[in-house]
């Protein structure tokens, strides 16, 4: 941990901190924001020890992104999946949603999963109803891949994977 990747334009994707995850906790006032975020197993409603355990803190890569005025507008987190670089939680503040930050948070992940981890492609999920992430990854160049069989959820979520290197069209 403790990567920083400072784009042209003064936003800033840094570890994030305690601090940061405090903040983010009050992005998921209700329970289907919680979980369509984390996951239906995720526990509500949560207390700031059920919430770290939730999103894995200390155990996978977790990074904030920062506005140019220094303020906490994304959250995602990286790791190794099945030879993939995984981008999990990916969350814009919700004021901020429909703006961009979701698309800038994912590049500058790409960026740094690239860095850390050694692979040629790119995953994550999506509940099938969250029709504007879906819509923000298929932009990126995520397609349709084939669901994991060691994980659940296959009939409400996609499977989604991008190779690292885009061909151009």
Known sequence: MGSEVASDDGWVL????????????????????????????????FSRETFYKDIHWGRMESYSLFDTEGMFSAFGQLYLRQRRI?????????????????????????????????????????????????????SLGFVMGDYPEDMPYSDVCFFLTRPHELEET
């Open 14 to 45: 840094q570890s994030s901190t305690t601090a940061d995850i405090d903040a983010l906790m009050r992005w998921f006032p209700r329970k289907e924001d919680v979980q369509i975020w984390g996951g239906p197993t995720f526990t509500y409603p």
């Open 86 to 138: 995984h981008l999990a939680r990916l969350v814009a503040e919700p004021a901020k949603r429909g703006q961009g930050v979701g698309k800038r948070l994912i590049k500058m992940l790409m960026d740094v999963g690239t860095s850390l981890f050694e692979s040629n492609e790119f995953s994550l999920f999506v509940f099938r109803d969250n029709v504007p992430a879906y819509e923000c990854y298929k």
